[in-house]
Nanobody, 124 residues
Framework: QVQLVESGGGLVQAGDSLRLSCATSGRTFSPYAMGWFRQAPGKEREFVAAINWSGGITYYADSVKGRFTVSRDNAKNTQYLQMNSLKPEDTAVYYC?????????????????WGQGTQVTVSS
């Protein structure tokens, strides 16, 4: 059993920055890929960013590319999402996800474990 807990969300103004953290606990089958998704009310959950085990490969949705940075610290079992230049359209619940496999995954079905989500609200 693997648990993921996101933190760091909050209410900010457009142009501000936030750093989300995702702490992983329980048994994890290493190496494993991780990623971030988000979901706004009434919308489908969408891919945000993904990172492989070593952190050497990352991928971003076009909507966040150049503004968001995903990273991980495997010694701390923690994944991060640095969000800069936030826009109102970034408002959503952000979910951390972990796979049971190495590689990198851009779709929900690539992931096996999910956090509870953390709310990010960006005002104009």
């Amino acid at each position: 059993q693997v648990q993921l807990v996101e933190s760091g969300g909050g209410l900010v103004q457009a142009g501000d920055s936030l750093r989300l953290s995702c702490a992983t606990s329980g048994r994890t089958f290493s190496p494993y890929a991780m990623g971030w998704f988000r979901q706004a009310p009434g919308k489908e959950r969408e891919f945000v960013a993904a990172i492989n085990w070593s952190g050497g490969i990352t991928y971003y949705a076009d909507s966040v590319k150049g503004r968001f940075t995903v990273s991980r610290d495997n010694a701390k079992n923690t994944q991060y999402l640095q969000m800069n230049s936030l826009k109102p359209e970034d408002t959503a619940v952000y979910y951390c996800a972990a796979a049971r496999y190495s590689g990198i995954y851009l779709r929900e079905r690539g992931y096996d474990y999910w956090g509870q989500g953390t709310q990010v609200t960006v005002s104009s």
